[in-house]
């Protein structure tokens, strides 16, 4: 309840079908009452080839504002979002559209990421490029994907980097890591059952 003026860039990728009821309740019940919050929906290229999908310019990004009184249009953009992806390999242009959402941010608003933390981050290089705080909703982290059994409940250590070198934040349904920025090296946390390991500035999972 505390973000306000929020851009939220939400993955709707293949793998993201088995979490996108879930993602539309946080949309509705996020929504403040006279609040214009702006909405980016992306799919990993709108059905580009991956031999095609540069760095950088994979795009497939469905941009809206919606209000809580207009949430009609939020539900548009995000079906033709879906509609136009087709699926592909697993790794996403994260970072990308996250830059592209950051063009939308004014002072004292919030970037949010809603994604998959099974997903690789396929542009994790453009990172440095990125100065704004990024709070993460990871989907999936504490249960298995009821589409793709295979996948087990733990986070792809690229999100919490992702979160630590932006100063931002990681969300579960049963937990807030709040201050992954100031961990000193050598410093463990627990997402779910699984602990991830800080070493030389990058989060590992111990295997136990």
Same mark, same amino acid.
């Given at each position: ?9 939400? $993955?709707?990728? /293949?793998?993201?079908? *088995? ?12 929504? @403040?009452?006279? &609040?214009?919050?702006?909405? !980016? ?8 080839? &991956? ?23 939020? !539900?548009?953009?995000?079906? =033709?979002?879906?509609?136009?992806? $087709?699926?592909?390999? *697993? ?11 950051? /063009?939308?941010? =004014? *002072?004292? %608003? ?5 994604? $998959? ?13 990125? /100065? ?15 589409? #793709? @059994? #295979? ?23 049963? /937990? ?21 390991? !800080? ?5 590992? %999972?111990? @295997? #136990?």
């Amino acid at each position: 309840p505390h973000w306000k003026g929020k851009v939220v860039v939400t $993955d709707v990728t /293949q793998s993201m079908e *088995p979490y996108l009821d879930e993602v539309l309740m946080w949309h509705l019940l996020s929504a @403040r009452q006279g &609040e214009a919050v702006q909405y !980016l929906f992306f799919n990993d290229g709108d059905r580009l080839p &991956e031999s095609q999908k540069a760095i950088g310019q994979t795009k497939g990004f469905h941009t809206c504002q919606g209000t809580q009184q207009g949430l009609d249009t939020v !539900l548009a953009s995000m079906a =033709a979002a879906v509609a136009a992806g $087709d699926g592909g390999t *697993p790794p996403e242009n994260d970072l990308e559209a996250l830059l592209h959402g950051a /063009q939308f941010l =004014a *002072p004292g %608003k919030e970037l949010i990421l809603i994604a $998959d933390s099974h997903s690789p981050i396929r542009d994790i290089e453009l990172l440095a490029q990125l /100065q704004v705080p990024v709070r993460i909703i990871l989907c999936g982290a504490e249960a298995r994907n009821r589409r #793709y @059994r #295979y996948l087990k409940p733990d986070v792809n250590e690229e999100y919490l980097n992702l979160a630590r070198r932006t100063g931002g934040s990681i969300h579960t349904l049963h /937990q807030d890591l709040l201050n992954l920025g100031q961990l000193p090296e050598g410093e463990r946390v627990q997402v779910g059952r699984f602990w991830y390991l !800080l070493r030389h500035g990058h989060f590992i %999972k111990l @295997r #136990y």
